[in-house]
């Protein structure tokens, strides 16, 4: 079975624009979760998605939002970017929502804001 | 490769020893405990899991304890190896919330 893949692997964007983060979770799965990944801040919760809903959001500004599809698949979205936006986000998959469900991540997309 | 964190607590082996990489949870309502292994370059990759109603976990070379008193999780590698060098992370959650909380994290050296 395949993993969590998301697209593209790495992008380098400048401050102002934006940018949009594909994720498509283990077939079956249809909990996606995106988190941030920061030096400083370390592994950070941004949404949770289920059946095309947002469930959870974490702490962060409206700049990051999100969707789901029918199929599962996610993107993430962010406008406006600004350079303490460059992360590694992941997105990661998990069969049940809110039931302790364990959570798969992908490889990640390393984003750079210059 | 890429740094997943900086100035993080390091634990340095000898190849064949066993490791213990220890972490302190902040919700005393969490009730399911995992470990991820995060390689350079990559995500965070599943290793065991535990949830509140056990002390104790045993997976291949891998053991997790669990200490709800004190909120204390402890992850065990038996006979070390190269390739277990990385960062290793605990993160919590409680039933109905699926989001992680996760550890500042562990790099585990060895050599």
């Known amino acids: 079975k395949a993993g969590v893949t998301q697209t593209p692997r790495y992008l380098i964007k400048t401050r102002g624009q934006q940018v949009t983060l594909s994720c498509s979770p283990i077939s079956g799965h249809r909990s996606v979760s995106w988190y941030q990944q920061t030096p400083g801040q370390g592994l950070q919760f941004l949404f949770e998605?289920?059946?095309?809903?947002?469930?959870n959001k974490g702490n962060f500004p409206g700049r990051f939002s999100g969707r789901q599809f029918s199929n599962s698949r996610s993107e993430m979205n962010v406008s406006t970017l600004e350079l303490g936006d460059s992360a590694l986000y992941l997105c990661a998959s998990s069969f049940l929502a809110g039931d302790s469900d364990t959570q798969y991540f992908g490889p990640g997309t390393r984003l750079t804001v210059l | 490769g890429e740094s997943v964190g900086l100035h993080l607590p390091t634990l340095s082996v000898q190849e064949g020893d066993n490791s213990i990489i220890n972490c302190a949870y902040s919700n005393s309502a969490s009730d399911y405990f995992i470990w991820y292994k995060q390689e350079s370059g990559k995500g965070p990759q599943f290793i065991i899991d535990i949830r509140s109603n056990m002390d104790k976990r045993q997976g291949q070379r891998v053991t997790v304890l669990l200490n709800k008193t004190v909120k204390h999780l402890s992850l065990q590698i038996a006979a070390t190896q190269p390739g277990d060098s990385a960062v290793y992370f605990c993160a919590e959650s409680f039933s109905g919330y699926s989001t992680l909380t996760f550890g500042k994290g562990t790099m585990l050296l060895v050599s």
């Open positions: 998605y289920f059946s095309e809903t947002q469930r």
